[in-house]
């Protein structure tokens, strides 16, 4: 067993295919396989089901390529602190759901980077992804939140994939809207108050309970609402049908001349709803010093935050 088939087969189960593997790790695909079928011969199990389709990893194959990635981690993580010279390359990724202070941080981490290789990667995902690519070593750090209505079932899944969850902010429900949106010069809004507009909500993996949503209020019969995938387009729709999103507090700010403000909101229990934002990682592992500077740069961000 090798590092370059840990690496190897790391790829594989990210791409789900030998061919797109192969181009990325610039090696022949016969090459490849063959790398795979003695890792697999040595280990005594499939790592992988081949089909026409492309692989998908086994149950003890899902097991291996954790602890693969764990070991790649660590290599890096030796060679970072020891290795003469900045010849090896940097990896590092994030999964996030979609905080623009999780974008901004990773921007403020890596534009000092001076490391003539590195391969970094910011990935805004569902829930469901976030946790999956932490677990499995895919990001080094999940960013995500915990709230009342989804506080019990996330933590127990959080545990049972070996991660912790650090708080970064705690708040309670804001509304994000455009200034020019008649409800915005109120001091909180209500349900009831918010009728009339489109809800603009992030959508999630299909078939995955409520448990997983973005929205704060994942069990209200909503008369209109609009999902996106993309923080963009949500921002975008926001403004050109006037619609919301209920989240945590979002600092007043203008894209494209359209100024976007939050406003709290007041509705059952909301006066006593916790929200917690934090990031996830793999328990008991030693984090890398670029993962160390970005974790830094999301508590600055998050200070900045709470002084608005």
Known sequence: MTLQQLKYASVISETGQFSRASEKLFVTQPSLTKAINELEKELGFEIFTRSRRGVT???????????????????????QKFKSGNNFKQRFAVSCQHYTFASDAFYETIKGFDNSKFDFAIRETTTRNVIHDVSTMRSEVGILFLADFNRQFLKKELADKGLEFHTLLKSRPYVFMCRDNPLSEKKYVTIDDLEPYPCIIYE????????????????????????????????????????????????????????YTSVKYSGNDSENEKIDIGYIVRRGNQCSEIAKKYISELKAMIGQTEKN
């Open 204 to 259: 999630q993996d299909e078939g995955m309970p409520y448990y997983y949503s973005e929205e704060l209020l994942p069990l209200h019969n909503y008369s209109r609402i609009i999902k996106t995938t993309d923080k963009v387009t949500m921002t975008s729709l926001i403004a050109k049908m006037n619609g919301y999103t209920i989240c945590t507090k979002v600092n007043t700010y203008t894209i494209n001349g359209i100024e």
């Open 57 to 79: 990893v086994t149950e003890r194959g899902g097991e291996f390529i954790i602890y693969a990635r764990q070991v790649l981690m660590q290599f890096g993580l030796l060679e």
